[in-house]
Nanobody, 114 residues
Framework: QVQLVESGGGLVQPGGSLRLSCAASGSIFRFVMGWYRQAPGRQRELVARMDGGGTTYYADSVKGRFTISRDNAKNTVSLQMNSLKPEDTAVYYC?????????WGQGTQVTVSS
């Protein structure tokens, strides 16, 4: 079992940057790690994902602006968010996936507003 804790959320102006971090209580070596977000009135959506081999996926809405990274030795996953837009406002969640197992963090609020 893996526990996930997100940090780094906050209020930022449009065009600004923010870096989210996800700390896992156990090894994430076998896990596909992802960042998700849920905006008001919308379903949770996949923002970015990285498997153990470094293969990444990005939602079209964030491609070129967000970058996911992971450090298996430190059991951490990060999401660098640049050129933030008001539409990026949401609660961001860290997820870990392996086989039939899914683990989720509690989420961190990101608000992009002037």
């Amino acid at each position: 079992q893996v526990q996930l804790v997100e940090s780094g959320g906050g209020l930022v102006q449009p065009g600004g940057s923010l870096r989210l971090s996800c700390a896992a209580s156990g090894s994430i070596f076998r896990f596909v790690m992802g960042w998700y977000r849920q905006a008001p009135g919308r379903q949770r959506e996949l923002v970015a994902r990285m498997d153990g081999g470094g293969t990444t996926y990005y939602a079209d809405s964030v491609k070129g602006r967000f970058t996911i990274s992971r450090d298996n030795a430190k059991n951490t996953v990060s999401l660098q968010m640049n050129s933030l837009k008001p539409e990026d406002t949401a609660v961001y969640y860290c997820g870990a996936h392996y086989s039939l197992y899914d683990y989720w963090g509690q989420g961190t609020q990101v608000t992009v507003s002037s």
